[in-house]
T-cell receptor, first 110, second 115 residues
Framework: QQQVKQSPQSLIVQKGGISIINCAYENTAFDYFPWYQQFPGKGPALLIAIRPDVSEKKEGRFTISFNKSAKQFSLHIMDSQPGDSATYFCAAGDTDKLIFGTGTRLQVFP | GAVVSQHPSRVICKSGTSVKIECRSLDFQATTMFWYRQFPKQSLMLMATSNEGSKATYEQGVEKDKFLINHASLTLSTLTVTSAHPEDSSFYIC???????????FGAGSRLTVL
């Protein structure tokens, strides 16, 4: 199976709160797990990515947690800001081919 | 950083005409580029993998004769939507592998509207 399941579909968070988006994959051969941020009318921009040899990666306010045995990974946005309001996509695969999750629309209110 | 440019960003055409979308890697050479299609509020669906100097590899269900892909140089891949129909209206996005960095960089997308 090549699906990547992403939840929630939409998320509303107050400014300063933590936004959490979850993804699950099925193919154990996948070795690259990026998160992309997309603003309306724009292409996706790489936010942060992780390889399966580590369980967590942090870059600024963004953290990926990775659970290899459960085949799950999540994005945590700390101190969420209105400027973080966008659609977030997880993906899984390798850099030759990525399977994208269905996306999460995040809205951060002041 | 690595930049991928797409042109045009928006195009409107009449049904039955063909439209070409360009994807360029501006500051690096890309032997492989990817073309995606995205419907409103939906995810990106990989259409095809474009390989420089060889034929593109299409995903299951994507019509090769409908979506012509050419990767004639290490910095340019083109997607031509032939005999476009309203159902081809969509957001088309390309991406390219950045050599050595092992990441994909995406273009800003091209919105096609077929009247």
């Amino acid at each position: 199976q090549q699906q990547v399941k992403q939840s929630p579909q939409s998320l509303i968070v107050q400014k300063g709160g933590i936004s959490i988006i979850n993804c699950a994959y099925e193919n154990t051969a996948f070795d690259y797990f990026p998160w992309y941020q997309q603003f309306p009318g724009k292409g996706p921009a790489l936010l942060i990515a992780i390889r399966p040899d580590v369980s967590e990666k942090k870059e600024g306010r963004f953290t990926i947690s990775f659970n290899k045995s459960a085949k799950q990974f999540s994005l945590h946005i700390m101190d969420s800001q209105p400027g973080d309001s966008a659609t977030y996509f997880c993906a899984a695969g390798d850099t030759d081919k990525l399977i994208f999750g269905t996306g999460t629309r995040l809205q951060v209110f002041p | 950083g690595a930049v991928v440019s797409q042109h045009p960003s928006r195009v409107i055409c009449k049904s039955g005409t063909s439209v070409k979308i360009e994807c360029r890697s501006l500051d690096f050479q890309a032997t492989t580029m990817f073309w995606y299609r995205q419907f409103p509020k939906q995810s990106l669906m990989l259409m095809a993998t474009s390989n420089e100097g060889s034929k593109a590899t299409y995903e299951q269900g994507v019509e090769k004769d409908k979506f012509l892909i050419n990767h004639a140089s290490l910095t340019l891949s083109t997607l031509t939507v032939t005999s476009a129909h309203p159902e081809d209206s969509s957001f088309y996005i390309c991406s390219a592998q950045v050599p050595g960095a092992n990441v994909l960089t995406f273009g800003a997308g091209s919105r096609l509207t077929v009247l």
